[in-house]
């Protein structure tokens, strides 16, 4: 169980904010909606958010349920959920559909992790250090950045690609997963790529993010954010993302 929950997310501009965090006792989902490029059509008549905000849903009924199903198999539950209430209108074929990325922990005896995007998970270890958990598929498309739509489209939920929650269940089993016990963990960060940036892009260490998170709370780790990229810029894309970070402080076993 967490002895303490605490979160912030943070619109990246005057667009609703398509970054959402769900929680509760032993629990912390964090997703992040994949903004369409301008001219792309989806073929759904929802947006982003809507997906995320029924995919996070339906991630919150199954984790509160309690069962002991591995992560994956609770990620692949949610996104048939989230599939079955689209309009019969809507393409789910189409590879542009609504898509999120997913970043995940649960403790029990064992703390248990998922990641399927670039929304990292980061455990700050009971013996010191840290513990990165990250999906790195994105970045390894074939030709390297700028990637052209046309290739994103090709390679999102491909094999060879990159894997993202949007309408095809069986994406959950790419995910990337595993656990180590509790006791070995002293607090579980989870993160979209907008606060990430702090590491992929200004150079920060994720043993600083954590501390940051642990001693001053997430809004100031967004806030450090938003100082750096008005300071130097996007390292590439928009200037302001969508940020979330949580801190899951466990609880330690009494003696």
Not at 202 to 228: C, F, K, M, N, Q
Not at 231 to 252: F, I, M, N, Q, S
């Amino acid at each position: 169980m967490f002895q303490q929950v605490t979160y912030a997310t943070r619109p990246g501009s005057a667009r609703p904010n398509e970054d959402l965090v769900v929680a509760g006792p032993s629990w912390i989902a964090v997703l992040d909606g994949a903004t369409a490029a301008p001219g792309v059509d989806s073929g759904c008549v929802h947006d982003v958010a809507w997906l995320v905000g029924r995919l996070g849903g339906a991630l919150a009924a199954e984790l509160s349920r309690d069962a002991p199903d591995p992560l994956a198999v609770v990620l692949e539950r949610a996104i048939e959920a989230t599939a079955a209430g689209h309009a019969p209108s809507c393409d789910l074929a189409n590879p542009d559909s609504p898509s999120a990325t997913v970043a995940l922990v649960r403790v029990r005896e064992r703390l248990e992790y998922l990641v399927l995007g670039d929304s990292p998970v980061v455990l700050s270890l009971a013996g010191g250090g840290v513990r990165v958990v990250s999906d790195d598929r994105l970045e390894r498309l074939p030709g390297g950045r700028p990637y052209s739509v046309e290739l994103v489209r090709r390679l999102r939920n491909a094999p060879g690609g990159f894997w993202v929650a949007a309408a095809r269940p069986e994406a959950a089993r790419q995910s990337v997963t595993g656990d180590l016990p509790a006791r070995d963990v002293r607090g579980a960060g989870v993160f979209t790529d907008g606060v990430a940036r702090l590491v992929d892009w200004y150079g920060w260490r994720w043993e600083t993010v954590l501390g940051l998170l642990a001693g001053r709370g997430p809004d100031a780790v967004i806030s450090a954010v938003r100082a750096l990229e008005s300071e130097r810029g996007p390292v590439r894309g928009k200037r302001h993302d969508d940020a979330t970070a949580a801190w899951g402080l466990l609880r330690r076993p009494a003696c």
